[in-house]
């Protein structure tokens, strides 16, 4: 089984800071780029970021750049989002996603996984 389990969300101050975790199975992770997404309450789903398999890394949205920072342990099969000064309008569902090949084949699948709620009062 191919899967994604997110976690790290939770509730935090504005200001405050939180790290997501994104684990991985079921296929070969450090052949694959990792990708952080969000859907805030209302809104479509946003790219956030991508890390590359060896470590190369696009961001997607300004107001996010220097504040959410990715990274990888292939070691862990992991991928991380360090979110620091938090503001209200992160208040989203954050997703990791993959695009691995279908083994066998030459084809490319999306795996997404289930999200991770992160809440900035205010």
């Known amino acids: 089984q191919v899967q994604l389990v997110e976690s790290g969300g939770g509730l935090v101050q504005p200001g405050g800071s939180l790290r997501l975790s994104c684990a991985a199975s079921g296929f070969t992770f450090n052949n694959y780029p990792m990708t952080w997404y969000r859907q805030a309450p209302g809104k479509e789903r946003e790219l956030v970021v991508t890390?590359?398999?060896?470590?190369?890394?696009?961001n997607y949205a300004d107001s996010m750049k220097g504040r959410f920072r990715i990274s990888r342990d292939n070691a862990k099969n992991t991928v991380y989002l360090q979110m620091n000064s938090l503001k209200p309008e992160d208040t989203a569902v954050y997703y990791c996603?993959?695009?691995?090949?279908?083994?066998?084949?030459?084809?490319?699948?999306?795996?997404w996984g289930q999200g991770t709620l992160v809440t900035v009062s205010s």
């Open positions: 996603k993959a695009v691995v090949v279908v083994a066998g084949t030459d084809n490319y699948v999306e795996v």
């Open positions: 890390s590359t398999s060896t470590g190369g890394v696009t």
